[in-house]
T-cell receptor
Framework: GESVGLHLPTLSVQEGDNSIINCAYS??????FIWYKQESGKGPQFIID?????DKRQGQRVTVLLNKTVKHLSLQIAATQPGDSAVYFC?????????????FGSGTQLTVLP | DAGVIQSPRHEVTEMGQEVTLRCKPI?????LFWYRQTMMRGLELLIY????????DSGMPEDRFSAKMPNASFSTLKIQPSEPRDSAVYFC????????????FGSGTQLSVL
């Protein structure tokens, strides 16, 4: 089946620097993408989402960029803080599809260095 | 709202024993999901309910797994008999309904089957 994957399994950044987490997806029919953050011992927590009719969406300190041409998604975190250390998952689906079609990537471990 | 509540947080049991995981979704959410998370397979959807009715249980690995939702505020996932390969973190999530793609996850149950 089609899958969502991540370029890097781990990422270390200095506190205060910007972080960029990448995600590749293979299902060209996907029109909805979502980023989750999972801290140790906790469940995934919604960060930001984007629909395919947009290329960019901003939240508080986070920006998601979508490049449909190359089927690539990225999450940018500005001024990374120690509390940002977590595993970040991208997920994708077709909005008209069933809930089962929400496919999660394998995750990227972000470590913020002091 | 307290969010999605799962119990127990940790469960250690011996192979062959029955295990029951519990979940209380966010009040007013019509959809409830059970996920399993492992290092090897990531987040897998086991089953989901809409208005207490199971919609898709194709992710339930075997007949040893069963899930119920007797009312809008309670669901159980049961494994009988349990096996070591069932060891994983089991998450419950809920969402308001169609058009609300963001899942609200509980903190999970860490299951260890010895």
């Amino acid at each position: 089946g089609e899958s969502v994957g991540l370029h890097l399994p781990t990422l270390s950044v200095q506190e205060g620097d910007n972080s960029i987490i990448n995600c590749a997806y293979s299902n060209s029919a996907s029109d909805y993408f979502i980023w989750y953050k999972q801290e140790s011992g906790k469940g995934p927590q919604f960060i930001i989402d984007i629909r395919s009719n947009m290329d960019k969406r901003q939240g508080q300190r986070v920006t998601v960029l979508l490049n449909k041409t190359v089927k690539h998604l990225s999450l940018q975190i500005a001024a990374t803080q120690p509390g940002d250390s977590a595993v970040y998952f991208c997920a994708e689906k077709h909005l008209s599809g069933s809930a089962r079609q929400l496919t999660f990537g394998s995750g990227t471990q972000l470590t913020v260095l002091p | 709202d307290a969010g999605v509540i799962q119990s127990p947080r940790h469960e250690v049991t011996e192979m062959g024993q029955e295990v029951t995981l519990r979940c209380k979704p966010i009040s007013g959410h019509d959809y409830l999901f059970w996920y399993r998370q492992t290092m090897m397979r990531g987040l897998e959807l086991l089953i989901y309910f809409n208005n207490n009715v199971p919609i898709d249980d194709s992710g339930m690995p075997e007949d040893r797994f069963s899930a119920k939702m007797p009312n809008a505020s309670f669901s159980t996932l049961k494994i009988q008999p349990s096996e070591p390969r069932d060891s994983a973190v089991y998450f419950c999530a809920s969402t308001p309904g169609v058009g609300h793609e963001k899942l609200f996850f509980g903190s999970g149950t860490q299951l260890s089957v010895l």
